[in-house]
């Protein structure tokens, strides 16, 4: 790999740190590791007697998992996803594996059994979707992302994921006090300065400079502080960054549990641990494979003075009873549907109050699982739908070659035996999307704005 030199500042500082050391400097300079983590309740429904697992996973006949996060694993080598029709139904996700600790972590927290968790800087939606596959349909994720263009990146990515409890909103980290005391959790995966970035885009030791780590702990210590109400006494606070300097990771754990109501959590992390990390665990290139990620946890004590949540008020959302042309498509067991500008969406039952305070409070992207679009008595299914595999509930279905699935979701229709009517297309046993046939021939109903756009020979 090409030696680009680091900034000055930075390989003096990492000179000087015995933590860091040299060791870091020339791990900087090797290959990344490649990983992906599986998402479990998809790989399960996946039929191996033709092909098992997902392509890019059988090609490379790996079996090197990530031992802090039991769906993660590494490839030998970076496949190309987008040629993978298991990657477009949200069979796994591709992630750096120092971000799976997140998994470790979770697992070691005390949470209720129906927790509410903010993923307050989310997209692209790694840690989101590892979040959703912890709770395994129970509780609710909030995911958030504050800049709007990314928001609806981090929308696609919980679609293919397909959850029933999650929802999606485009606020900004202040916007939370509008909901006090609210989160059981709270992932703050904050902006920083990206030192573990600099093997896999080289490009990003030219951006770094002191003045930039010391305006991203700035904006860190606000964002922590911005959306610290909203947590509720006893709740958890998750921080973490891909950079590996004080200043951003353990000097700002240290000065936020010296300003707030909070208490530091020992991780149970021995592998990761040395004298220097005083809070908080790190995954260091030089230790682990691995980019770099840092990690910890604060508790906020549990009698912190009581917030009053803001009362719902009477909204637009219409309560849909006659559940029938629904259940042609979907289990409603344990949802509420309703219906907001003719679309209709199912809610978990036991959180549709807290849906209905986002709805009033913050700018809603995603609501839950969009189940289609009313056209007079019928519905006309979303794609939402058939990637929630704990929703859908439809039996006619087509099943693809891997050369029809990459043309289907190129966007193309070609000759098709089935049934006409809407039919579930399917890969490996997978949904991938919807069609309508039509006879000779089929409308191919998925998103055109998630088209495959390269030439597939
Ligand atoms: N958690 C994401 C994941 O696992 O895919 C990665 C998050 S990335 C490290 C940080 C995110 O914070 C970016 O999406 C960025 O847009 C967002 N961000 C930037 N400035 C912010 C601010 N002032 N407040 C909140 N979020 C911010």
Known sequence: MTEKPFPINFENRVKNDSFLGEELLKSLNEISPISIRFNPSKKKQIDTSNNPTPDCYRDQQSSNPILWCENGTYLNERPNFTLDPLYHSGVYYSQEAGSMMLAKVLNQLDLDNNPKILDLCAAPGGKSSLIASFLNEKGLLVSNEVIHARSKILKENLIKWGNSNTVVINNDPKDFQRIPHFFDAIVVDAP????GMFRKDIDARNEWSEENVNLCAARQKRIVMDVWDSLKPGGYLIYSTCTFNEQENEDNIFWFSNELDAEIVDLDFSPFKTDRIKAGAYAMPNLVETEGFYIAVLQKSSDSKMLKLPKVKQQSLTRIKDLKSISQFSKTAGFEFFSWNNIVFALPELFVNEIKLFQQEMRIVKFCTEIGTLMRDEILPDHALAMNSNLINFN????????????YLKGETFPLEGKKGYNLITYQNIPLGWIKHIGSRFNNLFPKEW?????ID
């Open 192 to 195: 920083c300065s990206g030192e």
């Open 396 to 407: 006619q279905k087509i099943e693809l070659t891997k050369e029809e699935a990459l043309k």
């Open 451 to 455: 088209r495959i756009r390269m030439k």
